[in-house]
Every structure is written in structure tokens, then in C-alpha cells.
């Protein structure tokens, strides 16, 4: 059982680093949380964004809007506050 607690617990981490969490999938993801405190949340985050980045370095057509939940988050952990439309 623990192993299919694991397996819903990175298919929650993941649609959350891309965007497809909905209220009840953020209520679930957050209580497991509470009990895998050590799961790779950030790094599930950031790997969604460097993915982002390489997709849109290598064909700027299939350029894609960052979640704003994610950006916000990004320029959280990087310390940069500023307007969302101009970058500083």
C-alpha cells in the first residue's frame, strides 16, 4: 500500500509542477505532504521550469505560458519581486 501511496504522491507532484491541480488534488497533495515531508517537491517544480526553458530555446513557436503559480514561486525562491508583464 505504501508503494501506491508513493505513486499518487508523484503523480500529484507532478501535474502540480505542470500546472493541473485542482482544488481537490492540491487538498490531497498537501495532507500527503504532512506525511512525506521529505518529498522532491522543489526539484519536481524547478525541472518543470528548466523543461519549459529548453522547449522554448529550441522552437519558440511552441512557447507556452508559465503557470503563474509556478513563476510567482520561482521568483520567490530567487528573491525577485517586480511587475509580472516586465521583467527587471
Not at 6 to 23: I, K, N, T, V
Not at 37 to 45: K, W, Y
Amino acid at each position: 500500500m505504501k508503494r501506491m501511496h508513493g505513486d499518487r504522491l508523484q503523480e500529484l507532484l507532478a501535474d502540480e509542477a505542470l500546472g493541473g491541480l485542482d482544488a481537490t488534488g492540491n487538498s490531497e497533495l498537501e495532507a500527503m505532504l504532512r506525511e512525506s515531508p521529505g518529498a522532491e517537491r522543489d526539484a519536481l517544480l524547478r525541472t518543470a521550469a528548466l523543461t519549459q526553458l529548453a522547449f522554448l530555446h529550441a522552437d519558440r513557436s511552441a512557447q507556452q505560458a508559465m503557470p503563474a503559480r509556478l513563476r510567482a514561486r520561482l521568483l520567490g525562491m530567487a528573491g525577485i519581486q517586480g511587475s509580472p508583464t516586465r521583467p527587471r
